[in-house]
């Protein structure tokens, strides 16, 4: 029996309403993933499939409904609770996509080679990805992560290279 390995698509953030829809910050660009079945994640515990009613988008975000959650205390309960799938749900993608899951962990260069750190996290805010690059000193970058700033990503070498925005790594690598 092989292992499954799951990929975080959301984190529920709060209840919607008092019939047990759960508001979540979704950051997938498929909305298929939504339906059938999710796996949620209460901090270290082990995933628990859940089928889904219902998933429909509400101001950048997601509402689910869950069938084992009819009530507000229910939802109140799943906040903070990753939402999770199976990597082999995850559709298969074109020569130019990546999943952020393969980002994490790679060094990140400069456009003259130079490496500023490693992938560590990632932020979403109002659709916008941001990735955490922490530098060699633990200093923490937050990059927009946009086509206009990412040069190149190559999967094999495990590098990204990157063109900041102009002061964008003084804010953040200047001594204070």
Same mark, same amino acid.
């Given at each position: 029996?092989?292992? *499954? @390995?799951?990929?975080?698509?959301?984190?529920?953030?709060? $209840?919607?309403?008092?019939?047990?829809?759960?508001?979540?910050?979704?950051?997938?660009?498929?909305?298929? !993933?939504?339906?059938?079945?999710?796996?949620?994640?209460?901090?270290?515990?082990?995933?628990?499939?859940?089928?889904?009613?219902?998933?429909?988008? @509400?101001?950048?975000?997601?509402?689910?409904?869950?069938?084992?959650?009819?009530?507000?205390?229910?939802?109140?309960?799943?906040?903070?609770?990753?939402?999770?799938?199976?990597?082999?749900?995850?559709?298969?993608?074109?020569?130019?996509?990546?999943? !952020?899951?393969?980002?994490?962990?790679?060094?990140?260069?400069?456009?003259?080679?130079?490496?500023?750190?490693?992938?560590?996290?990632?932020?979403?805010?109002?659709?916008?990805?941001?990735?955490?690059? *922490?530098?060699?000193?633990?200093?923490?970058?937050?990059?927009?992560? *946009?086509?206009?700033?990412?040069?190149?990503?190559?999967?094999?070498?495990?590098?990204? *290279?990157?063109?900041? $925005? $102009?002061?964008?790594?003084?804010?953040?690598?200047?001594?204070?």
């Amino acid at each position: 029996m092989t292992e *499954t @390995h799951f990929i975080e698509i959301g984190l529920i953030v709060k $209840p919607h309403g008092l019939r047990g829809e759960v508001c979540v910050n979704y950051f997938a660009d498929s909305p298929f !993933l939504l339906k059938g079945s999710v796996w949620l994640q209460k901090g270290k515990s082990n995933p628990v499939e859940h089928k889904v009613v219902s998933s429909r988008p @509400h101001k950048g975000q997601e509402l689910l409904t869950l069938e084992s959650c009819r009530d507000r205390n229910c939802a109140e309960e799943l906040r903070n609770v990753k939402v999770l799938v199976p990597d082999v749900d995850l559709p298969e993608l074109t020569e130019e996509e990546v999943y !952020l899951h393969q980002l994490e962990g790679m060094t990140v260069l400069l456009e003259d080679g130079s490496k500023l750190g490693r992938i560590t996290a990632f932020q979403f805010n109002l659709g916008a990805e941001v990735w955490v690059i *922490t530098t060699e000193d633990k200093k923490e970058v937050l990059f927009p992560a *946009t086509e206009e700033f990412v040069r190149n990503i190559d999967l094999e070498e495990e590098t990204i *290279t990157i063109a900041p $925005p $102009p002061g964008l790594l003084d804010i953040y690598l200047s001594e204070k």
